[in-house]
């Protein structure tokens, strides 16, 4: 057998669309034992197969369920890791088997295709880089470090703490959610502004409606009122001066009923115990007797 340069990269992916179902998977790659090949589910070892073919050919994974693609589809990786060791011990002079021969090297460019995958999967300088190598710092150093590299020699060396980048981190978090925080209180505060104005010029538009009136000049101790027309206000006298005294008596040499009442915003004087009834009340009273010679007054 003949290893095929063109077919001998040692790595297949498969992607099996949600709910499809498949239980075989060919390799495209040669291998020489079962245990050269490693399968990952998702990215996890998965181990429930076994192998058809090898002994320096292709062959198929067969697992030992059937799969069933699961959300946004299931990813099957398949790969080759040939241990690096010789296999025939070939001797140092005569005869020697050109199957086991071909066979080895067969082996030998096999695994060289394993280590190249592995390379070109690592992390390498570029070609026309003028350093030759970079070690990492060492285990001690680089213990829950970052990796960083020197700004004038371009080495590698240990770079903050873990720690420090998650407190930067979250230092960040917090400095976005508090510029947040003040954008939203920003606009809060040019809405309560807006409704400030709004409700100002409400009050405005209302108190103009209300035709009150806008001079107060030789008004003092006066109050507001409806006019009759009922479309304005109008200056009243004020409550303090609205009230008229009433005074009822008997006027004994005529037997007649007295009715003796201060003037509304006037002054007067009455001696209480001349009367046999007195009250307060507001301008305007009406006093008249009935048929039974009953009094009735009445209120505006």
């Known amino acids: 057998m003949t290893i095929q340069l063109n077919e001998n990269n040692p ?40 192998v058809t073919g090898g002994s320096g050919t ?31 011990d070939f001797p140092t002079a005569g005869a020697f088997n050109i199957n086991q021969l071909n066979t080895e090297l067969d082996r030998m460019i096999a695994i060289n295709a394993d280590l190249a995958d592995g ?5 390498t300088l570029d070609a026309s880089d003028t350093t030759a190598s970079i070690t990492l710092p060492s285990l001690d150093s ?11 020699t371009g080495q590698a060396e240990a770079g903050p703490s873990i720690t420090d980048i998650n407190n930067v981190s979250q230092n960040v978090a917090t400095a976005s959610q508090n510029a947040a925080d003040a954008v939203q209180a920003n606009t809060d505060a040019q ?6 104005v709004n409700a100002k010029n409400d009050a405005q538009t209302a108190l103009a409606n ?8 030789g008004q003092a101790g006066k109050i507001i009122q409806v006019n009759s027309a009922e479309n304005a206000y109008e200056f009243a006298t004020s409550a ?14 005529t037997g007649h009923l007295v009715v003796d009442n201060s003037v509304l915003g006037g002054s007067g ?20 007797l009935d048929t039974s010679g009953d009094l009735i007054i009445t209120t505006p």
Do not use: C, H, M, W
Request: hydrophobic content about 35%; proline content about 3%; cysteine-free.
């Open 11 to 50: 790595r297949i992916a498969y992607t099996l669309a949600q709910g499809n179902t498949r239980q075989s998977f060919p390799t495209t790659f040669e291998f020489f034992d079962s245990t050269d090949i490693i399968v990952f589910i998702d990215g996890v070892v998965n181990t429930a197969f076994t």
């Open 269 to 288: 004087t009455f001696n209480l115990s001349d009367y046999d009834n007195y009250f307060f009340s507001s301008p305007n009273i009406g006093f008249s």
């Open 191 to 196: 809405q309560a502004k807006t409704d400030a």
């Open 142 to 152: 680089r213990k829950g470090k970052t990796l960083a590299f020197n700004i004038t």
């Open 240 to 253: 303090t001066n609205n009230g008229v005294f009433y005074g009822l008596r008997v006027d004994t040499s």
């Open 119 to 123: 390379i070109t999967r690592a992390l």
């Open 58 to 88: 292709t062959g198929d994974v067969v697992f030992n369920s059937v799969l069933t693609g699961g959300t946004g589809g299931t990813s099957i990786v398949i790969t080759r890791s040939i241990p690096l060791q010789r296999i025939t």
């Open 210 to 217: 209300a035709n009150l009136p806008t001079s107060f000049t």
